[in-house]
């Protein structure tokens, strides 16, 4: 199935997964944690944010929890399960041997062949 | 794991729908009143910030959408609007809808309808306790020709060897076939009845319902007076009495104790054989107690031998041992049956005989008229494709996605075949009762025929099939349509010719109708000949009946008094005219066989003669011509000039070109030929008649005769009159098998016709499935052309011009198809060639005629629409363009 997303999906999976696995969220707090830790280099469309949180519910890569936020609101909060943390492992894993081997690709000059 | 947590999710989305929606509703709005605050923090006015916050977010409604999606919640509630929508699309089109029905019906119909009848007749295992290791085991001469395989049961001596010497099987058993009287309060019955050795039941693995079965104990000489009755004996005769055992039973003028109940359903070997018995069942069966005298005859086999193979044996092995035997022992036989060779058949090879090759061929019929019926199905829901094809693709515009698309076909597929599925089971039934109703005799266990739970299985695979190939397919390439092409070019992109794929379909099945019309028309021609053959005497006007003598009458002079005795009562009954004795009817299986010396021919061993033993009236009875000399009379009798008749095509090979009377023939001492009559069909209408020769009853004698009588009574009357003399003359005898001459002819026609009305239905069935193609299609294609049309009238096309415009069209559709068709059956007609009487696979004939069927067919299913073609305005189409 994972194989299978397109490389934005997969990207906003595994980016949810890693702010989720730093410490239970909310929705809006997910958005945050990214965006603090991409320091703010990243855009997140928040509209998507919400089906991508339930698809990975679906697929019980992370599990959720109703209770109070920091200003005393009722909030669902999310964490990572198990099968959460080892997709996570393994995508990231993946992502660091695609990027390196793009980067060393893109990196290729005319001397080098 | 995954697969717990998605069904865990989808289910809380499923069964608390509202709980989820509340849930995911506070979420989201949490989340945008979280991002208002924290933009009212950066200092932005309140309404702004919640415009804002909305803005980012994006649309609400939609992403609700998604997540609902994400969660499976969606599936049920859109298959629901799926289906309903569906159903609401069929509506719309009533006469698509009816039409698939229809041809799904007919075709799932067809398909489960023959299907069961192979199943019941093939596929289900035989009521034996090990069907699939029991045999039969035979024992034929090669060399004597004439005589069926099925004839040639062992040598009684020979059979005591293979028992005795054979490490291959588990038991063997012998067993007869024979007609007894059974006395019961004062009248006589006739009952099937077999007499058996002692492993019979074991080798057959049945167990009596009631008491015992026959043991070693009883197949001995002198202990062979009990008997086992079958379930139905049981209850006619006994009232399902469970005290019936140690009751006498008075078979033949004996008495015998009865000591066992077979379960109902065992009949053999009368109720599964192939052979002279199918359609009847055994009631009755005694110890064969052979004496050693006939144990050691290997001149004589009266039984025939099944064998339960050990298990893990197989039949090779059990073939190459018993041939070994047979070898060793052929010395041993009379110098006129050496030459046995040894045969092993498997139990459902011998019941099914014959009749497996005419269910292939139906299986292969009914396949082709399923095969029509998809492709009408799927050339029907092409062409509602085309007509829809701007909603998919504003439904496109509008966001479904392909998979969605495919998703509301396949639903409103599935419900077309539901309800063909639904109503082709409904004409299954129907069918199956049809079948059974013209059940030809030949066809074993034909009436236990019935729809079971694998039939149904069969059906609805059928109707999944049907709904793959015609629905899913159609989907696909409807949704693979270009949006903007479509929406773009208004309603003409769709419109032109009719695609490739439709032509070939429509080609394809008018191609294969074509095939199936040939090959019933092929049956139809036979079966007209088979009415028009001459059967060499005159069925009309003549009830004949049966009946046996038993142990008391072991003279034959005894017999001939009672037979006399018979029909000269007989032939004084009011409204009979003539009446006769005979021992063997023609078209009734039951044959005798002679070897005979000719004059002026050298003794010849094994050519055989077919041999009748008449009364004098006989030929008159039944209304067989003499060519020559005389018939026989009361004069030929036992003390005078023994006498015999030929027929004339004996007469003809051994006395061509002179009279053939006062010759001589060797056959139970030296015979005068007194006459020459006409040739009989005696076997079946189909076989030429055999060389043969009648000898007087009244010299002969016979332990059975048929009595027939040419007269206006009604079988019943004649019947009635007969048993009240029988009886007088003795009581313990039986009347049997009361039938007409006209009964005898159609029975011997039965099969054929059976295969000729069900050949035949196919094709109706496919002729009409593909009238209603053709119709569709042009219907469709005259839609398309709608334009075109309006545009040509508008320009001064006449109305004819129009007509001739959309024949054309049709017609040159329907000769493809059935050029390729005439090819295909010319071809594949071979095949059926042994279905075949007197008329040769590729009769051009019957060919011509099927083609000239077919455009008459054709040019009626393009006619309707042409003429609509012509009722176009062209105002209309031209201002909707």
Known sequence: ?113 | MTIVARLRSWWRATRYPARAESEMDTEIHAHLAARANDLIATGIAPGEAHRRAQLEFGPVGQTMEDCRDARGANLLPSLAQDLSFGLRMLRKTPGFAALSVITLALGIGATTAVFSLVNGVMLRALPYGNPDRLVYLLEPIPSVKGIPLDAFGPFNADFYDWQSQSRSFSSLALFSTDATNLSIGGAAIRVNSSRVTADFFGTLGVSPELGRTVTADDDRPGFEQVAVISHALWQSQFGADRHVLGKDLLLNAESYRIIGVMPAGFAFPHGSENFETAGKVTDVWVPWAMTPEHKAQRDDGPGNAIGLLKPGVPLARAQAEIATITARLDNLHPSFFRGCTSLIRPFDVVIAGESRRTLLIFMAAVFLVLLIACSNIASLVLARMHGRSREFSLRTALGASRGRLIRQLSVESLSLAGAGGILGTLAASLTIQLLIHFHPTNIPRLEETAIDARVLLFAVAASLATVLLCGIFPAWTASRCDVNDVLKSGNRAVRGALSGLHRGLMIGQVALTFVLLAGSGLLIRSFLNLQAVDKGFRPSSTVSMSLRLDGRYNKPERQIVFYRDLVQRTSALPGVDVAAAANHLPLVRGQSLSAIEIEGYPFDEKTFFEQRDVSPQYFAALGIPILEGRAFTDEDSANRQPAIVISRSFARKYFPGQSARGKWIHCNGKRIIVGVVGDVRQYSLESAPPMQFYLPLWQTGEWGVNIVARTNLSANRLASGMRALVRSLDPAVAIADVRTGSDLVSEATAERRFETYLLTAFGGMALFLSLVGLYALMTYSVEQRTAEIGVRMALGAQPDSVVRLVLRQGSRLALAGIALGFAGAWLAARSIASLLFEVKPTDLPTFLAVALLFCVVALAACYFPARRATRVDPLVTLRAE
């Open chain 1, 1 to 113: 199935m994972a194989a299978r997303l397109d490389l934005l999906q997969g990207t906003l999976d595994l980016l949810i997964l890693k702010a989720v696995s730093l410490g239970p969220l909310h929705g809006y707090g997910v958005l945050l944690r990214i965006q603090q830790i991409s320091r703010d280099r990243l855009e997140i469309q928040q509209g998507s944010l919400y089906p991508a949180l339930y698809r990975l519910e679906h697929q019980g890569l992370i599990a959720s929890e109703w209770g109070e936020s920091d200003n005393n609101r009722k909030a669902k909060f999310y964490s990572l399960t198990t099968a959460g943390r080892r997709q996570l492992r393994s995508d990231a894993e993946k992502w660091s041997q695609m990027a390196g081997l793009m980067a060393s690709i893109l990196k290729t000059t005319p001397e080098e062949l």
